[in-house]
């Protein structure tokens, strides 16, 4: 675990662990109904890994609701949605029910995944400062190398903007 100098170097900065062009770290990690999803399964596929804080929370129902209306179109591109977030496999699924949504929700209890992606870090809000999920997305190749990211980004337009960027790869 990082100690707190180091925590005070993510301050207000980047995704400073991954870069594109990297191959996206593996996981293994339970979805909402316990059932394991590993990334090496989805080899051959497209990836869109999306972290976020809290089931429930506006901002992150706001982005479920958003890749739950764009999801036929990920799904003609090839590609597969998966979120992450730190809440237990039933808030997950009482989540997942709510929103309707048809992707997996997978639980990250430690948010190790989150630092080794890192989308857990340093963080603050009115002086006090914190260590938390900092809304991220990752948009991975059928080869499993990362080909973008969006670091601490706005909810507005985001689905929109990974769908534009998903299709200009399969155009390239």
Known sequence: ????????????????????????????LPNAHHERTRLTDLRG????????????????????????????QFD????????????????????????????DLLVDRDSRLAIRYGACREKGRSGFRYYGIVRSTFLIDPSGRIVHIWDNLRVNGHVARVLKRLSEELDS
């Open 45 to 72: 596929r497209w990836v869109v890994l999306y972290f976020y804080a809290k089931d429930k929370s506006h901002g992150c129902a706001t982005q479920a609701r958003d890749f739950r209306d764009a999801q036929p």
């Open 1 to 28: 675990m990082h100690n707190r100098f180091s925590l005070s170097l993510f301050s207000n900065l980047a995704n400073t662990v991954l870069a594109v062009g990297k191959r996206a770290p593996a996981f293994t």
């Open 76 to 103: 003609n591109k090839g590609a597969v949605i998966l979120g992450v977030g730190p809440c237990c496999s039933e808030s997950h699924a009482r989540f997942s029910k709510e929103e309707k949504l048809r992707f």
